[in-house]
């Protein structure tokens, strides 16, 4: 019986001992706030994308935590329980807010904590309220708002910029098509390549240059003119001279003479118009020169001996002007019989 008590006092005091040893070990592991390790709760109106346990943390973009509990609350709110790293969070306040953003190019999403001027410190425990302070970009979220503008904005005014087109094009159409002929036109009708014609414009440009450059070598040989430069008032007075007497002058003399001989006038009409009567048609007097020599041309004819006149002279009606031409041929041409039917 006492052996029986002795082990079970020597059991209680090793089960004593393993719960003090358990104890610290126990909070060491689950409850690491004590040392180097920070745990605080955020009360927001929403969560993001991907925002679950286990979820990094970040800061400044490095990781400095992890989410270790995500719980629904009243109202539609959420309740998260972040674990951080508290040296590497010692710059952050109660004033922080928070983004939801992607941690990779994969989407995986993180919290990522920003830092904001003035509040307190973060302590252990601590619970912040973060309405209005969460901005929620997860790819989620940006492909949603995407959507949303694609299918509100996009898509109306896209139908509509279409529609605007289709009618502008429309309006163009006889534009177009006299583009379309004019480059038909132009196609059955150019009788030489587009490289000989872009030849023929650049030597052109190449005369319009010097020409130009001609054109103010002229004028500034005219303003380096002696007297133009050294004596302008001769100059002056020479172009008076010329506007108000020379050319004033003729002007008086072509008044007085139109006034003396303006009834002479009438006079010279029947001359003019009888002048005008004795000069042929141009294309009539055209067309009979142009047959005249198309006649002439047709009666030489290129031979090896020179050009000789195609001319033959008919003397069958003449005998004593023929025989001494012709000879026998001719006497004999004379004497033949005529053929049945002939005249």
């Given at each position: ?229 050294n004596d302008r008032d001769r100059y002056n007075a020479s172009i008076d001279m010329l506007r108000n007497g020379a050319l004033g002058g003729i002007a008086n003399v072509l008044n007085v003479a139109g006034t003396h001989f303006a009834a002479s006038t009438d006079q010279l009409a029947p ?73």
């Amino acid at each position: 019986m006492e052996t029986t008590r002795n082990r079970a006092r020597a059991a209680g005091a090793a089960l004593a001992a393993l719960l003090v040893l358990a104890v610290p070990a126990w909070n060491v592991y689950t409850d690491r706030s004590t040392g180097d390790r920070i745990r605080i709760q955020l009360r927001t109106e929403q969560t993001g994308e991907g925002i679950v346990a286990g979820a990094s943390v970040r800061y400044d973009g490095v990781a400095v935590g992890e989410i270790t509990e995500v719980a629904p609350i009243d109202q539609g709110r959420q309740l998260l329980t972040l674990e951080l790293d508290r040296a590497q969070t010692a710059g952050l306040t109660d004033a922080l807010s928070v983004d939801y953003a992607p941690e990779n190019l994969f989407g995986v999403s993180a919290v990522a904590l920003r830092k904001a001027e003035g509040g307190a410190a973060l302590r252990d425990g601590q619970l912040i309220d973060l309405a209005g302070k969460v901005t929620d970009v997860t790819m989620g979220a940006l492909l949603r708002q995407l959507t949303s503008t694609a299918t509100d904005v996009l898509t109306p005014k896209l139908t509509e910029l279409l529609t605007q087109v289709n009618g502008d094009l429309r309006a163009f159409t006889p534009m177009l098509q006299a583009v379309i002929m004019l480059n038909t036109v132009v196609a059955d009708t150019q009788q030489y390549p587009v490289s000989y014609l872009l030849g023929r414009y650049s030597e052109f440009f190449d005369g319009f240059g010097e020409f130009t450059s001609s054109t103010f070598k002229l004028a500034k040989a005219i303003m380096d003119i002696e007297v133009f430069v050294n004596d302008r008032d001769r100059y002056n007075a020479s172009i008076d001279m010329l506007r108000n007497g020379a050319l004033g002058g003729i002007a008086n003399v072509l008044n007085v003479a139109g006034t003396h001989f303006a009834a002479s006038t009438d006079q010279l009409a029947p001359t003019v118009q009888a002048l005008a009567d004795t000069i042929a048609d141009p294309a009539a007097a055209r067309a009979q020169v142009t047959e005249m020599i198309e006649r002439l041309h047709r009666v030489f004819a290129d031979t090896p001996n020179g050009p000789t006149v195609n001319l033959a002279v008919t003397l069958k009606g003449v005998p004593a002007v023929g025989i001494p031409m012709l000879g026998q041929q001719a006497f004999a041409a004379l004497t033949a019989p005529a053929t049945e039917g002939g005249r």
